[in-house]
Nanobody
Framework: QVQLVESGGGLVQAGGSLRLSCAASGRTFSIMGWFRRAPGKEREFVGAITWSGGNTYYADSVKGRFTVTRDNAENTVYLQMNNLKSDDTAVYYC??????????????????????WGQGTQVTVSS
């Protein structure tokens, strides 16, 4: 059974930091990404990383504050979030694509590109 399990969410004050983890099991993925959905908004891209090369991609809204890393041995991807803002409040989802027939930022930023998803973890940033 293929599973993606997020952890590390919680309540943090603005300016603080959180580190989210996504543990994958059942298979490996060509690329893994992070998305988020705030109340009343569509799901949006946050960041992604290719598994073999470790290339990273970020949304403009989080660039310079968030960092995506991976641990190949543990089959885990992380999202380090620094200088958190109230606008970062959302449910954060981990996603994976098993086979990358297409590559490039355009594809990695689209939620429809991924074929496996975690159930999400809540991040709440207080003012």
């Amino acid at each position: 059974q293929v599973q993606l399990v997020e952890s590390g969410g919680g309540l943090v004050q603005a300016g603080g930091s959180l580190r989210l983890s996504c543990a994958a099991s059942g298979r490996t993925f060509s690329i893994m990404g992070w998305f988020r959905r705030a109340p009343g908004k569509e799901r949006e891209f946050v960041g992604a990383i290719t598994w073999s090369g470790g290339n990273t991609y970020y949304a403009d809204s989080v660039k310079g504050r968030f960092t995506v890393t991976r641990d190949n041995a543990e089959n885990t991807v992380y999202l380090q979030m620094n200088n958190l803002k109230s606008d970062d409040t959302a449910v954060y989802y981990c996603a994976g694509r098993a086979r990358a027939l297409y590559s490039g930022r355009y594809y990695y930023t689209q939620s429809s590109y991924y074929d496996y998803w975690g159930q999400g973890t809540q991040v709440t940033v207080s003012s």
